[in-house]
T-cell receptor
Framework: AQSVSQHNHHVILSEAASLELGCNYS??????LFWYVQYPGQHLQLLLK??????LVKGIKGFEAEFIKSKFSFNLRKPSVQWSDTAEYFC????????????FGQGTTLQVKP | GAGVSQSPSNKVTEKGKDVELRCDPI?????LYWYRQSLGQGLEFLIY????????KSGLPSDRFSAERTGGSVSTLTIQRTQQEDSAVYLC????????????FGPGTRLTVT
């Protein structure tokens, strides 16, 4: 069965620190990969996605992620976080052979201290 | 344009009562998904609609849960004889389908079973 694992459950950083959130998935076929963000009191929003092509994808608000097929990973990065990045981050996979459902990781809570 | 909307935003019900949760997808989106977000379980897929049919119901936790979609638009998730473990945030998402896999999420319905 497909699964997604996020290594960090709770991350605390100071403003301007660099961020990397780990995400690994288990699925043998072609995958589409996503990072969603949920700011406090708001609904889930798409941060970035990978369907094909350049494995380094750029999203909104300065976030980027790199798809490494050999490692089944899709880690999220940002060079310099801001207090407004405080949120919960979810990695998700959509296997192309399934019916469209997203399999989510458990989520990572990021707290950025001003 | 309008995003995905859900109603009610909050619902408190007594154990054993039935509840209906509504989702209005983005106009023109053919695919509709229900997910559940609860403490300790993260985000779980419940059911997927393509048009009015549901080719994937694999995430529905029991036969107390059912969903329908009419006119290829509005969907209703019904939970019969609610139990305390049904307390969660129920999220709806829609996507354009046809090879477009990006899902747009609604604000959710927070269900509390007392």
């Amino acid at each position: 069965a497909q699964s997604v694992s996020q290594h960090n459950h709770h991350v605390i950083l100071s403003e301007a620190a660099s961020l990397e959130l780990g995400c690994n998935y288990s699925y043998g076929g072609t995958v589409n990969l996503f990072w969603y963000v949920q700011y406090p009191g708001q609904h889930l929003q798409l941060l970035l996605k990978y369907f094909s092509g350049d494995p380094l994808v750029k999203g909104i608000k300065g976030f980027e992620a790199e798809f490494i097929k050999s490692k089944f990973s899709f880690n999220l990065r940002k060079p310099s976080v801001q207090w407004s990045d405080t949120a919960e981050y979810f990695c998700a996979v959509h296997g192309s052979s399934n019916t469209g459902k997203l399999i989510f990781g458990q989520g990572t809570t990021l707290q950025v201290k001003p | 344009g309008a995003g995905v909307s859900q109603s009610p935003s909050n619902k408190v019900t007594e154990k054993g009562k039935d509840v209906e949760l509504r989702c209005d997808p983005i106009s023109g989106h053919t695919a509709l998904y229900w997910y559940r977000q609860s403490l300790g379980q993260g985000l779980e897929f419940l059911i997927y609609f393509q048009g009015n049919s549901a080719p994937d119901k694999s995430g529905l936790p029991s036969d107390r849960f059912s969903a329908e979609r009419t006119g290829g638009s509005v969907s209703t998730l019904t939970i019969q004889r609610t139990q305390q473990e049904d307390s969660a945030v129920y999220l709806c998402a829609s996507s354009g389908g046809g090879g477009t896999y990006e899902q747009y999420f609604g604000p959710g319905t927070r269900l509390t079973v007392t």
